[in-house]
């Protein structure tokens, strides 16, 4: 592995993970059942926009409400696609990052989106579109769902993008007290 194939919040959480922090904060919260899994569907070509948002998730992270995964966390040898439709079926909340990469990506398409809207009509997890760069989402199978950043507006055209990424964060938070108030 080459070190630029290291995501931002991959070593952060290594980092915390070497010192005891996180792993306390996660055992104990699966306990009370809590932490959400997040499955992020996106573009390899998006992946540094990915990581940006794995900065902003991790105090979610962190404070034991969620759990992500990525593809980057496939092992070696491990087949991709049934890895990545296995944590799919397992997550609560599916990240879609929508780009004009993501949305020409047939897999994304016909695989992960798919078994994403299935889920969600199913009320098995919930879906959150999050639309990264302009491009031509509006005719889509998600089309229908409450996009983040708000009202649609592409991460890449806010003047801050900091901004946009706490916005869909915040979006993210009201998904998970929303399913922890369900669950009760």
């Known amino acids: 592995?080459?070190?630029?194939?290291?995501?931002?919040?991959?070593?952060?959480?290594?980092?915390?993970?070497?010192?005891?922090?996180?792993?306390?904060?996660?055992?104990?919260?699966?306990?009370?059942?809590?932490?959400?899994?997040?499955?992020?569907?996106?573009?390899?070509?998006?992946?540094?926009?990915?990581?940006?948002?794995l900065v902003f998730l991790y105090p979610l992270r962190r404070s034991g409400k969620l759990e992500t995964w990525d593809d980057a966390k496939l092992l070696p040898g491990e087949d991709w696609d049934e890895g990545i439709k296995n944590q799919l079926n397992q997550a609560d909340i599916i990240l879609l990052l929508i780009s004009a990469n993501a949305l020409a990506t047939d897999y994304i398409q016909d695989t992960e989106i798919r078994i994403a809207i299935?889920?969600?009509?199913?009320?098995?997890?919930?879906?959150?579109?999050?639309?990264?760069?302009?491009?031509?989402?509006?005719?889509?199978?998600?089309?229908?769902?409450?996009?983040?950043?708000?009202?649609?507006k592409p991460v890449t055209k806010w003047p801050d993008q900091d901004e946009a990424w706490l916005n869909v964060v915040d979006g993210i938070e009201r998904v998970i007290d929303d399913l922890d108030k369900s669950q009760k």
Request: aromatic content about 6%.
């Open 1 to 53: 592995m080459h070190i630029n194939d290291v995501s931002i919040g991959e070593l952060l959480g290594e980092v915390f993970e070497m010192a005891g922090v996180v792993g306390a904060r996660r055992t104990q919260t699966k306990k009370l059942g809590q932490e959400k899994k997040i499955f992020f569907s996106y573009s390899k070509e998006d992946r540094e926009m990915l990581d940006q948002l």
């Open 118 to 152: 299935e889920r969600h009509n199913r009320n098995d997890a919930r879906v959150v579109p999050i639309i990264l760069r302009p491009c031509s989402w509006e005719s889509s199978t998600f089309s229908q769902l409450n996009v983040q950043p708000t009202k649609g």
